[in-house]
């Protein structure tokens, strides 16, 4: 069965920094390009990063390039974002997700950027 | 960028009422995703590659489109069906791009 499950959310104060993971088993991970997505409250759906199977391409979304990082450990089975400089409009619940089709999603871990 | 625009935002129907939800891409896509999302769970993949239902995923929901215009039918509402809809199009990026949602509810 695969699996996401993500960490790493909380309260952080504007420009300050977090770092999310997503653990997936289930699948062969080094196999897959993954992605994280995140929901505002209220709000609908927006793609943050992706990232391909062996690591060696990233892309982003305008707004958070050059303060957000996407990685992965393979070894680990493991994705990672780590979140730089942030600010209040990046509060949200973010999802990990498998894949050039999102075709699995995490439970998601809300992150909460005030002062 | 490629914009999506879902519509109706909202709608309501009957159950065994045929449903379409549209979405409509700024420029032309390859295939469009449909993901299902109900209140308070993560969203799930629903229908791929424009016409293709995801595991599970009832009969009764079919997917069609090309080029800007694409849509999803159910076609005989049940109140399972109840949730958030969004189209996302992935043959474009970056950025991949999801349509705002379109809310069904039922009567």
């Known amino acids: 069965e695969v699996q996401l499950v993500e960490s790493g959310g909380g309260l952080v104060q504007p420009g300050r920094s977090l770092k999310l993971s997503c653990a997936a088993s289930g699948f062969t991970f080094s196999n897959y390009y993954m992605a994280w997505v995140r929901q505002a409250p209220t709000k609908g759906l927006e793609w943050v990063a992706s990232?391909?199977?062996?690591?060696?391409?990233?892309y982003y979304r305008d707004s958070v390039k050059g303060r957000f990082t996407i990685s992965r450990d393979n070894a680990k089975s493991t994705l990672y974002l780590q979140m730089d400089s942030l600010r209040s409009e990046d509060t949200a619940t973010y999802y990990c997700t498998r894949g050039r089709t999102f075709d699995y999603w995490g439970q998601g871990v809300m992150v909460t950027v005030s002062s | 960028e490629i914009v999506l625009t879902q519509s109706p935002t909202t709608m309501a129907a009957s159950p065994g009422e045929k449903v379409t939800l549209n979405c409509l891409a700024s420029s032309s896509v390859s295939y469009m995703n449909w993901y299902q999302q109900k209140s308070g769970a993560s969203p799930k993949l629903w229908i791929y590659?424009?016409?293709n239902l995801a595991s599970g995923v009832p009969n009764r929901f079919s997917g069609s489109g090309s080029g800007t215009s694409y849509s999803l039918t159910i076609s005989s509402m049940e109140a399972e069906d109840v949730a958030t809809y969004y189209c996302l199009q992935l043959s474009s990026y970056p950025p991949f791009t999801f349509g705002s949602g379109t809310k069904l509810e039922i009567k």
């Open positions: 590659g424009t016409s």
């Open positions: 990232i391909t199977n062996s690591g060696g391409s990233t």
